[in-house]
């Protein structure tokens, strides 16, 4: 099922090129960690003038499908790398026709798109999640929800983040006209409520050894807070007995080897009240979740992610304190003190527009130790 | 003789616009850091495709004489900084002109410029440094050398850096030729031979505290060795008694107090055998000999060194571990191994070409403590 697995990458030297496909916070904070480490980064992004381009070497602004700008971008780059799962296929496929290498692969994307391809993918390497069903029609819907106790979570299988392209039905029904309109447009995936104590998530990177072998590493999990299906806090270490967070390293390994992964992913977990584990989904990519990793462990994630599409090898993922990171969005930015105490991070994106829920900084505050 | 001090300093909002002078390694590293910060970087270099402009949202490529260059780079920039203490005063008079406000301020820079107006400002406030003569005349460095037991070092007032514009005096008159043509040529200095014991030096920072206060922090200091004039090693801690550290702290306290100092600065010492410390030379910018602070402290040189002219609160200078830093010169670069070990953290600048003695990256190791 995965094919030939890597064996072994060669280093890319500084002062190579690295491209990114979008141009965010997440493709800023990787452009920021690929120039510490010596190499020039090229972003890619349909926006001008994006937070990644103003800390970066070269900037293409086209269209994800403007195939003459991505051959041209692909020219230019080592190695080509994403900071969202959203890119479409046919744009790696142009990248790599045009001979540049893309890492994370095409499955890591392809599996993570469609939330129905990534719960039978996880499924299938034996990562258990929520019930599911796949709906096509508005009888698939009652059938599914007559199956689930009468209420479940209705999600499109694609393009759906931050808790968008989602509703809610329980079994009084107000939500059914919504969901009905929802799943004549677009294929949609009904899943079984699951009445969680807590959320979870880990970051898992796949890369080079000091040897030159492949290896997974896996930092500590974090405790995820949302509010409104927007990530709001995670907390570290997360309040889970160890075998918690070891089943959730182990499922995170298994994934990143079943995908021949190279880079950095994270796998979002829902611990259950009987202690179950069951995944909801995973990113090929940098993740907010980890965003406390540069200020509390020996390597942070987008240091991890360079190194690993480099050929780099992998730096230790040791975790030295403790981490409260929490997430500004909109107008927060603007209430928060300009002096913050001494053990605080403060991460602004460089975004000049506050519009209500857009994640416009992070701020991590590294605390003494409480339990290990 | 310094004015009036510094009492308050607003914090620049993050996306506010970094001016620095110079594209180095020193701007490239100070421009990660800014934008870490969440500012935009506007680098001023006369050279293209600077390491500094690689990782920056804008760049001009002008003379440091060019005055329409100069006053369009100061219309763009919130605050200007410069990464090389040999800034013409009249550049950064041309910024100011044109309404920026230049940090530090224009005082360090005179101070730092002129080897004779450096070491008569450092005695001026108590600062101890080698015996040393102005030099107009032939018949000055013989009188000079007379003084001096027959040898010393004869160095430029000016634009001397990394060991060049100096030459070493012995007993036998065997360099004198080259030293009566330099005198003809360039005002120059006569110091004393100093046989220390080694060379240290600290890094220090002033801005504001979490109440808006001015404050002076000082980093360990660091011990230095130098081969052929360019600093090869810094190693953290100093092998000196507390007392000598002590000293140096204080001093580099005095120092940036006295300059009534925004911004991080470095100041080099002699500890000689009988434990006297003199100074050697200060330079009003991030330094060589603090490339380990960002991976030994909570935080490092260069984010210090943007917080402070930001008027953002200083972060705290506690060192978490022991350190040696080692800087790759010229081909050095190509003969490292591409894999380190995982606490060694490799810092290329991004150059292509690597002339003999251009430095060209550093390695930090981080060590467990040995003695605190």
Known sequence: MTGALTRALTPLPSGAVIGILGGGQLGRLLALAAGQLGFDVHIYCPEENCPAARVSAHATVAAYDDKAALAAFAAQCDIVTYEFENVPAQTVAEIERAGAEVRPNARALESSQDRLAEKTFLNGIGIPTVAFAALETGADLEAALAGFGGKGLLKTRRDGYDGKGQIRLSADGHAMPDAMSLIDARPCLLEAFAPFEREISVIVARGANLAGEIETLVFDPSENLHEDGILKRALVPANVPSAIADQARAAGTKLAEALDYIGVLAIEFFVMPDGALLANEFAPRVHNSGHWTPDACLTGQFEQHI????????????????????????EEITQIPSAFPADTKFVPYGKTEPRPGRKMAHITRRLPPKNR
């Open 307 to 330: 190194r690993a599409i480099a050929g780099w090898p992998l730096g230790p993922v040791t975790r030295i304190c403790d981490a409260e990171m929490d997430n500004l969005l909109g």
